[in-house]
């Protein structure tokens, strides 16, 4: 399995960017696809994650209502659209795969597969 993450880029706050995470290879027909970010000096943290099957989502409290985790089944992409963008939303974002699609999980070592990041910059 490999995910390629894209969409990354320099961005005034309240701005909005959408990332774009492209699955290949032997996923399996339930998995479960998160979007995880590391802003320098951090830990990584959850950020979304939604269920291929059930489409069911979840989102981290920092960006409810501004961020939004969708999936294009037939192209196994997920989108995470990122709105009213915060200079603290700048960080390095990775697209992460579980392929147990159990639930959508918010630990890192549920997710076996990572994409190589993309890197978003919020400046104030």
């Known amino acids: 399995v490999q995910l390629q993450a894209s969409g990354g880029g320099l961005v005034q706050a309240g701005g909005s960017l959408r990332l774009s995470c492209a699955a290949s290879?032997?996923?399996?027909?339930?998995?479960?696809m998160g979007w995880f970010r590391q802003a320098p000096g951090k830990e990584r943290e959850f950020v979304a994650g939604?269920?291929?099957?059930?489409?069911?989502?979840r989102h981290a409290d920092s960006v409810k209502d501004r961020f939004f985790i969708s999936r294009d089944d037939n192209k196994r992409t997920v989108y995470l659209q990122m709105n009213s963008l915060k200079p603290e939303d700048t960080a390095r974002y990775y697209c992460a795969l579980d392929m147990s699609g159990r639930y959508v999980s918010r630990g890192q070592s549920d997710y076996e597969y990572w994409g190589q990041g993309t890197l978003v910059t919020v400046s104030s």
């Open positions: 290879g032997r996923t399996g027909s339930s998995y479960v």
């Open positions: 939604i269920d291929k099957r059930s489409g069911n989502s």
